[in-house]
């Protein structure tokens, strides 16, 4: 999803596409070592957008842990190497807030990190994501004089849109609810039941606006990142701005959808963090701001969900 926001953001902004180094999953295993480096080694890239991951929501997370911490653990790093080994110079690193602990001080900042547990519902992939930023920080460290490279990381929010996966247990929230509504539209079923008590507050981001703040702060002069961050805490968070309740994001994914029927929540199921609003004044400060609201982008996202269930 993020990947293919990125390539739309860097076409519309006037790169020519055949410059653009492309893979699916099927044509390139970014788990596999041997791959990943014959892969950097026959296409030597100027610039990497390390948007790759698996992800997937509370139940995934809960059913698959050594899935999510081994395979984004092991893309992070045959990447970030491989990209090291064949003189890539710029790499940005796509990672979480799940990073921050949970009962960070809302909203989180940058500085929160390493600070307190973190979520147990997804902890092994908050953990891969930790390493993740650790890396580039610490190939910065070590190679920056010398090979003069500049490894960058942004912790997105809450990411939904075009591409999303809308798979009934293993996606995100709104591609879960999206799917959710329709289907109870189409059956006229009386009722949709959510889990959790609904009261959690959580941010929600349009991709594209994420594609376009990791295109700002890949662009950004390096005198200018290193000004905003600290070479041991370098992310930069990229959020909305406002969080809502998810009773309010029910309410809105029901109406976004046409769905005129009731919504429970069944309080046994886990609600995850109390509340998880990012602090995104560092890349304001910088000159980016989010665009898409709420409603324009749920909008937007129930047209995909149809287009790719239509086909």
């Not at 500085?111 to 993740?132: D, F, H, M, Q, R």
């Not at 996966?165 to 006229?188: C, D, G, T, W």
């Not at 998880?276 to 665009?291: E, F, H, P, V, Y």
Request: charge should be negative; include cysteine; aromatic fraction near 8%.
């Amino acid at each position: 999803m993020v990947g293919s926001a990125i390539v739309r953001h860097l076409t519309q902004s006037g790169i020519n596409a055949e410059s653009l180094v492309l893979k699916t999953h099927q044509e390139l295993d970014l788990t596999d070592q041997a791959a990943v480096q014959s892969f950097f080694a026959r296409e030597k890239p100027d610039q990497v957008y390390l948007a790759a991951a698996k992800v997937g929501g509370i139940h995934a997370n809960n059913t698959y842990p050594a899935d999510f911490i081994y395979q984004n653990l092991m893309v992070q790093a045959n990447v970030i190497q491989a990209a090291f080994q064949n003189g890539v110079q710029k790499l940005l690193f796509l990672g979480s807030s799940c990073i921050y602990p949970k009962l960070a001080p809302q909203p989180m900042t940058e500085s929160a990190l390493l600070t307190g547990p973190l979520e147990p519902t997804n902890e092994p992939y908050a953990v891969a994501k930790i390493a993740g930023i650790k890396l580039c920080e610490s190939y910065n460290r070590q190679h920056g004089a010398s090979h003069g490279i500049d490894y960058r990381s942004v912790m997105p929010t809450n990411l939904y849109g075009p591409g999303d996966n809308y798979h009934p247990q293993n996606s995100h929230v709104i591609p879960a609810l999206i799917r959710r509504f329709h289907e109870a539209k189409v059956n006229n079923a009386p009722t949709v039941t959510i889990w959790g008590s609904g009261t959690p507050k959580r941010e929600f981001l349009y991709v594209d606006d994420m594609a376009a703040a990791s295109v700002f702060v890949m662009n950004l002069p390096k005198a200018v990142y290193d000004q905003h961050t600290t070479p041991m805490q370098s992310q930069i968070n990229v959020g909305y701005g406002t969080d809502i309740t998810i009773a309010e994001l029910a309410q809105a994914v029901s109406d976004s959808t046409g769905y005129q029927g009731n919504i429970d929540f069944d309080t046994t199921q886990p609600d995850g963090s109390p509340r998880k609003l990012m602090d995104s004044t560092r890349l304001n400060a910088l000159g980016w701001q989010a665009q898409v609201n709420l409603e324009q982008g749920l909008a937007l996202a129930y047209q995909d969900f149809i287009q790719q269930n239509s086909l």
